[in-house]
């Protein structure tokens, strides 16, 4: 498909586990948002990659959570030791390039769910 | 920092009703703002959004908003509601401090269509 997807789409984690969630962006989107959504409320900015450069990381909640892009297109979220409160959904987003007009490209997002 | 107030968390209408969601947006310079949709256990797709271009912009599905500066609003709406229009509306405003151009939503408004 020529969409944004992300696996797993469901994740169940033990407590203390790491996890890695994975984001296939649309080809040759310059652009690779990670966004948060918690049940009932808008998704919330993590971190932000041009091409493989993470611009922004001003979202991501603790130094647990680490992301990457290594070759400028798939994106990996890593969240360490993860927690209970860490379960929510995460989603992926992509745009053409940076302007703040581009419209963003979301994925269906991965569940997380920490036992 | 920009932001953006959706009035009403829920909104019930009748089949055929007039859609009208309320969206209110703070920003220190001119805004882009958008409006996406998110239907059950799929991403967020985009409505329309709004560049400068025009003040009334026109989206997907009957849908259009009509940004006004002096109200600082953004509200969408849809002259004749669809069984089908039943879903979660976002509007978002983009924020470009830190450096990218992360969407910063609003809470979300729950739409009700019933016959």
């Known amino acids: 498909g020529a969409g944004v997807s992300q696996s797993p789409r469901y994740k169940v984690a033990k407590r203390g586990q790491d996890v890695a969630l994975r984001c296939d962006p649309i080809?040759?989107?310059?652009?690779l948002f990670w966004y948060q959504q918690a049940l009932g409320q808008g998704p919330e900015f993590l971190t932000y990659f041009q091409n493989e450069a993470q611009l922004d990381k001003s979202g991501l909640p603790s130094d647990r959570f680490f992301a990457e892009r290594p070759e400028g297109s798939v994106s990996t979220l890593k969240i360490q030791r993860t927690q209970q409160e860490d379960s929510t959904v995460y989603l992926c987003?992509?745009?053409?390039?940076?302007?703040?007009?581009?419209?963003?490209?979301f994925g269906p997002g991965t569940r997380l769910t920490v036992l | 920092a920009q932001s953006v107030t959706q009035l009403g968390s829920h909104v019930s209408v009748s089949e055929g009703a007039l859609v009208l969601l309320r969206c209110n947006y703070s920003s220190s310079v001119p805004p882009y703002l958008f409006w996406y949709v998110q239907y059950p256990n799929q991403g967020l797709q985009l409505l329309l959004k709004?560049?400068?271009?025009?003040?009334l912009v026109k989206g997907i599905n009957g849908f259009e908003a009509e940004f006004k500066k002096s109200e600082t609003s953004f509200h969408l709406t849809k002259p004749s509601a669809h069984m089908s229009d039943a879903a979660e509306y976002f509007c978002a405003v983009s924020d470009q401090t830190g450096g990218g151009n992360k969407l910063t939503f609003g809470t979300g408004t729950q739409l009700k269509v019933e016959l």
């Open positions: 709004y560049t400068s271009a025009a003040t």
């Open positions: 987003a992509s745009s053409f390039e940076g302007s703040p007009y581009n419209e963003q490209f």
């Open positions: 080809s040759g989107h310059v652009s």
